[in-house]
């Protein structure tokens, strides 16, 4: 899967994100908000690996900014979300292991 085909499907779900592929525990979508993302904390835990943008990863206390490339992890029920983040931001997300997320 590209990040082109995968946003090709997100385009036809008209959504923030559509799920991409599936195995065991492993859930991978693909994210592309539009101005403001609205998740809330998720149950698993969950990575991000950023395809295309810049802007800030809120988790928690923490405020950084990202950029393509860079693997961002959100603990299962950790409020978390992107701010200020450019047009043409995209991520693939992948929610992992039990809810409540994995003993640390």
């Known amino acids: ?3 082109a085909t995968a946003l090709a499907a997100l385009d036809k779900a008209r959504k923030a994100s559509a799920g991409i592929f599936r195995h065991g525990t492993l859930e991978v979508e ?3 908000p539009a101005g403001i993302d609205t998740q809330t904390p998720h149950r ?3 990575l991000c690996m950023v395809i295309s943008g810049k802007g800030y990863f809120v988790c928690g ?5 990202f950029g393509p490339g860079e693997l961002l992890f959100a603990p299962a ?8 983040f ?3 931001f995209s991520a693939w997300v992948m ?6 997320g994995e003993a640390a």
């Open 30 to 32: 693909i994210f592309q």
């Open 95 to 100: 929610y992992y292991g039990p809810n409540g």
């Open 77 to 84: 029920g950790t409020p978390h979300h992107f701010e200020d």
């Open 44 to 46: 698993r835990d969950e």
């Open 61 to 65: 206390d923490s405020r950084q900014a």
């Open 1 to 3: 899967m590209t990040p």
């Open 86 to 88: 450019s047009r043409d």
